[in-house]
């Protein structure tokens, strides 16, 4: 499963270096089809139909030490796959990857004590017993020395501002709290590099912030590299700078945020403030794609004819007020998710890092 | 070893912990689970009143069939306690998907999954089981020989190995499986088997039962001969059993290890 001429150096790594390394990553899954119906289920017990289902096609991605990288990509793109494949959870069925010098999925205690995973779907900490308890197994596991152990947790403990919550039973507790207690029992242990699923999955707008703004900080002071998969645009406009776009198990794209905007759209965005509600064919005349709304016109111009359209625009239309802006994140995203764009695909990637 | 010594500790601390949160449960399960062994008691005390013997000849009187009792007692609540509920947990693991959390850490997967969850009222057997052995010492028709007081622990040891690789070799089904809530009831009518003297398995039926139970599945080994060293007289038949059971001991470890390892290797995880 993986070259045995990889490099398999378990040092520190230096910043700039790579600490995630994958090439050709394929995990493949043989599922078994239900058929509908009580007859089909008897027939089903001796001929079972199966077929298998190519959960990641081949990846290569290299992060180096200190990046928050976001993951993003509907839901089966396969990002929690790759990070349980990174994870050593499972094995893949092509392809090779090391992570701090390691193959994942050799599952050796030296590597294990370097990471870290959490899953905002799965609870890791002891569901009876309060969060405190959690934690000392944690550090017996993880082999902490006591006077470390204690001043991470205090530090971590405070950031969060959970110190109330250490002693009551995590069962007790707020998805948003319990997410904060998750991250602590993660870092307890000072990880290198930190895999985080869905971290703020079903968490409220205050829990979300709280969380970005700790793991902003504890990932810039530790220079932590991050994979962080998400639904949400927040968490990545929050956290990240590099953007790792998947959909059905391959890289549709790989580089900044920003580039992102400039590859994948061709126009911007300008919100006009009128006077009074315009007259549709007026607005219609100018040629552009455009919505009405009220006094508000919202007009999609490509972004090389700005600087020569919009004084005239301006001149013509008693505009109380402009805004140019790119098109949002989430569009462009959504847009590259139906789509199946095969523009940068897995290797033909963006912005320098 | 230390360390995974500590970290057995913290882990029977953090259960005594959680038991003791729910105290009344706690409290009710030693009741059921003593109740339970009070009837079966009474069951073999009313057997004694209609024969002297368990089988003509074996030496299975009173005295010596309940100190094969104890034994049994002993050795089954020691697998109820440490291991049992960390495999019955590991069913729901596999099928929520739980298990990734395991896998991540630095600790040998085998001893994180079988050890982490202790049952402190599958003791209270145990205890009873040991009173019982007290009891029973004395009144044997021969007492026991100090070198069978010595082996009586390893061949404790022994049968408590066996039966967790058994365990463990099921619970590793539940991971091929995906879902496995078969494995207490399995367990139980398998050790079934290990609960009395092989001496009445016998005859046309018996006899291939016993040698299946013995060579194949060592499930006789498991009570039967500790049982036998501490109560019945040492013979060199006994020595051979001992060193046979010490065999199956290693080497259902040895067995049971690498069928853990080969159903993890396969492990799917479920999808979050």
């Known amino acids: 499963m993986h070259n045995s001429s990889q490099p398999r150096t378990n040092a520190p790594s230096a910043a700039g270096e790579p600490v995630i390394e994958v090439r050709g990553l394929a995990k493949e899954y043989r599922v078994f089809d239900k058929p509908e119906g009580l007859l089909a289920s008897v027939t089903g017990l001796f001929n079972r139909k199966s077929r298998v289902v190519e959960a990641l096609r081949g990846v290569d991605l290299q992060v180096e030490k200190g990046e928050f990288v976001a993951m993003l990509g509907p839901n089966g793109a396969g990002k929690t796959t790759f990070l349980k494949l990174l994870s050593g959870i499972i094995t893949p069925t092509r392809g090779t990857a090391t992570v701090l010098g390691s193959v994942p999925w050799e599952r050796t205690d030296d590597f294990r004590r370097r990471f870290a995973l959490v899953m905002g779907q799965r609870n890791q900490l002891w569901w009876d017993l309060p969060a405190a308890e959690s934690f000392r197994l944690h550090k017996e596991i993880y082999r902490i020395d006591t006077p470390r152990f204690e001043r991470t947790r205090d530090e971590l403990v405070d950031l969060l501002d959970v110190r109330k919550l250490l002693l009551r039973p995590v069962r007790d507790l707020s998805l948003g709290e319990r997410m904060k207690l998750e991250l602590v029992a993660a870092l307890l242990h000072e990880p290198e590099v930190l895999f985080l699923d869905e971290p703020t999955i079903g968490l409220d707008v205050v829990a979300q912030h709280s969380l970005h703004r700790f793991l902003a900080h504890v990932q810039a002071e530790r220079q932590m590299t991050v994979i962080l998969t998400t639904h949400y645009m927040k968490d990545v406009a929050a956290l990240c700078k590099r953007l790792v776009v998947v959909t059905e198990g391959s890289i549709l794209y790989d580089g900044s945020l920003e580039q992102i905007v400039d590859r994948f759209t061709s126009h911007k965005i300008v919100t006009l403030d009128l006077d009074a509600p315009p007259d549709p064919a007026a607005i219609d005349r100018l040629g552009f794609p455009c919505e009405i709304r009220g006094p508000q016109v919202i007009l999609r111009i490509d972004r090389t004819r700005i600087a020569d359209v919009l004084p005239g625009i301006l001149r013509g239309q008693g505009v109380r007020d402009v805004s140019v802006e790119d098109v949002p994140l989430e569009e462009i995203v959504a847009e590259m998710f139906r789509s199946g764009s095969t523009a940068g695909t897995n290797g033909a990637t963006g912005a320098p890092r | ?272």
Not at chain 2, 83 to 88: D, L, R, V, Y
Not at chain 2, 114 to 127: E, I, K, Q, T, Y
Not at chain 2, 237 to 242: A, D, E, N, T
């Open chain 2, 1 to 272: 070893m230390t360390r995974y010594i500590s970290i057995l500790l913290t882990f029977a601390r953090a259960c005594l912990v959680r038991d003791m949160t729910f105290r009344a449960n706690f409290v009710l399960e030693c009741v059921t689970s003593l109740g339970w062994m009070a009837m079966n008691l009474a069951f073999y005390l009313l057997v004694f009143t209609f024969t002297p013997e368990i089988g003509l000849g074996t030496g299975w009187t009173k005295e010596p069939f309940f100190a094969f009792v104890a034994t049994g007692l002993i050795i089954n609540s020691i697998v109820q306690a440490l291991f049992m509920p960390s495999a019955e947990e590991l069913t729901e693991m596999v099928r929520t998907g739980g298990l990734d959390g395991i896998l991540v850490q630095p600790l040998d997967a085998q001893f994180l999954l079988s050890m982490h969850r202790v049952d402190f009222s599958a003791f209270a057997n145990g205890l009873v089981g040991v009173g019982l052995l007290a009891w029973a010492i004395p009144r044997l028709p021969q007492p026991p020989h100090p070198v069978a007081i010595l082996l009586f622990p390893l061949l404790v040891v022994c049968g408590v190995a066996i039966l967790y690789s058994l365990v463990i070799m099921l619970a590793a089904a539940t991971i091929h499986l995906g879902r496995n809530q078969s494995l207490y009831d399995f367990w139980f009518y398998l050790t079934n088997f290990s609960r009395y003297p092989a001496e009445i398995y016998s005859g046309p039926w018996g006899g291939p039962l016993r040698a299946l139970c013995t060579f194949v599945i060592p499930i006789l080994l498991v009570v039967n001969v500790p049982a036998r060293v501490i109560a019945q007289p040492l013979t060199g038949q006994g020595g051979i059993m001992m060193a046979g059971t010490v065999f199956a001991a290693a080497a259902a470890l040895v067995i049971s290890r690498w069928v853990f390892q080969s159903a993890l290797s396969k492990y799917r995880s479920a999808s979050s």
